[in-house]
């Protein structure tokens, strides 16, 4: 447990004066987990991150079943979320894969969706089954249909920074991918590090280029995982290049089932943690949300991995128990 008035907050120069963080715990987080969580869980635990101050909440994936089981109940958990209006302007993007995933997204209600695509060949085809460029070509309609439905729309971005089959992927290979999605009308881009392999050199060099290529720093968004203790450094130089944009995940949840060498994302609250003590807005109750990963953690039956999680928790808080 912290003493009062800790973090102290030392603002440091030419970082945003706010920061959206982009919660994807109950969506990446638990797509990774071996045994599939409840429905009303899932449910309570996307209204506890909205009660800390969380305003974008990757709710689900409408992504065939037999991909991704441990989201297959998207149609029973997203009519589940409608009370999440009642605690403030909550924005609730799920993933869609092709024009089915829309179709069954749309029909639910659904305001926000993301697309998936991959900046390395080998990924495409294990994760997607497809080319890159054929990747594009499935995106195309949907981005085309949601924007004309007035739907907002992110497009995520995987192994901008390296690939555990091809090893380092070239900058320039990543801007074109990213410069294509963003030309198909996506209003936001999601750089991801899928195996957590990059360094803050490499982040402000991909930055650098993207801008070069016309991508503009206000729509890009980084998702880092921390495999080498890395993704608050990373997200350090992010936000010195001006993106105040940051995925992260509840607790440090998840990976990637099709990339077994990726581990848990940024935790949440290590990032509120600096955030906060860089004096940079959020939003966010870091006590609220440190309690909501402790009350998730006791239904895996594990603790979390977030350092800020561990340091703010009482020792005789149990992840074994379930409230």
């Keep these: 447990m912290s003493a009062p008035g800790l973090p102290m907050k030392v603002p440091a120069p030419g970082l945003p004066a706010r920061v959206r963080i982009h919660e994807v715990g109950a969506r990446d987080g638990l797509q990774n987990e071996k045994e599939t969580v409840p429905t009303e869980v899932k449910a309570e635990f996307i209204r506890r991150l909205a009660v800390a101050g969380l305003t974008t909440i990757e709710a689900t994936s409408f992504v065939h079943p037999k991909w991704v089981p441990q989201l297959a109940d998207a149609e029973q958990l997203f009519p589940l979320l409608g009370d999440i209006a009642d605690v403030g302007d909550v924005a609730l993007p799920v993933l869609v894969p092709n024009e089915r995933g829309l179709d069954r997204a749309l029909a639910l209600g659904a305001r926000s969706i ?11 085809a294990r994760n997607l089954n497809r080319t890159v460029d054929a990747s594009l070509a499935m995106f195309e309609p949907v981005v085309a249909r949601a924007k004309a439905d007035k739907v907002q729309v992110r497009g995520y971005l995987s192994m901008c920074f ?3 089959w091809e090893g380092a992927v070239p900058v320039a290979q990543v801007v074109r991918v990213a410069k294509a999605l963003m030309d198909l009308g996506c209003d936001e881009l999601s750089l991801g590090d899928t195996i957590g392999v990059a360094t803050p050199g490499h982040v402000t060099a991909l930055l650098t280029a993207l801008n070069e290529a016309g991508v503009p720093t206000p729509s890009i968004g980084v998702h880092f995982h921390d495999t080498y203790g890395q993704a608050l450094s990373n997200t350090l130089a992010a936000l010195q290049h001006g993106v105040s944009t940051v995925d992260a995940s509840a607790g440090g949840l998840g990976g990637c089932p099709y990339a077994r ?8 609250e290590d990032l509120v943690w600096m955030l906060d003590g ?3 807005e959020t939003g966010v109750d870091l006590a609220e949300l440190t309690a909501t990963s402790v009350w998730l953690a006791g239904h895996l039956g594990r603790p979390s991995p977030s350092r800020t999680v561990r340091a703010l928790t009482p020792p005789s808080s149990s992840a074994s128990h379930k409230e």
């Design 278 to 280: 860089l004096g940079i």
């Design 162 to 164: 390296g690939d555990p």
């Design 114 to 124: 993301a697309v998936f695509g991959s900046a390395t060949e080998t990924f495409a």
């Design 261 to 268: 060498s990726a581990t848990g994302n940024l935790a949440t």
